[in-house]
């Protein structure tokens, strides 16, 4: 089984996208009760987005960066994890990956998910 993220593309300043994530395939189950999104920007190192714990009744974490204007949900059968991203400025642009298999611990810590999506590319122009 693997995560698959889609959703990203090229969007002017202001625009929105959403991305998604889902796991699909053979093999190991994916555990994707909690779900982390990351992005890595060129020449910078992978930085923590959000942080979806599967439950509405436990709120998502946000990156400062981000908070306000990027948003976590699940579909009706929690099969597929979704990053709503608006108000996108140029500093949003970057590969979006998504992560399960959570260890526990610090959430916006990239070491601590097992599993990963290939990344999508958001590219926001000015």
């Known amino acids: 089984v693997q995560l698959q993220a889609s959703g990203g593309g090229p969007v002017q300043t202001g625009g929105s996208l959403r991305l998604s994530c889902a796991a699909s395939?053979?093999?190991?189950?994916?555990?994707?009760?909690?779900i982390g999104w990351f992005r890595q920007a060129p020449r910078k190192e992978r930085e923590f987005v959000a942080f979806?714990?599967?439950?509405?009744?436990?709120?998502?974490s946000y990156a400062d960066a981000v908070k306000g204007r990027f948003t976590t949900s699940r579909s009706a059968d929690e099969r597929t994890a979704y990053l709503d991203m608006n108000d996108l400025t140029p500093e949003d642009t970057a590969v979006y990956y998504c992560?399960?298999?959570?260890?526990?611990?610090?959430?916006?810590?990239?070491?601590?998910?097992?599993?990963w999506g290939q990344g999508t590319q958001v590219t926001v122009s000015s």
């Open positions: 992560a399960a298999d959570y260890y526990g611990g610090n959430f916006d810590d990239h070491r601590k998910f097992g599993s």
């Open positions: 979806d714990r599967g439950n509405p009744l436990l709120h998502p």
């Open positions: 395939g053979r093999g190991r189950a994916v555990d994707t009760s909690f």
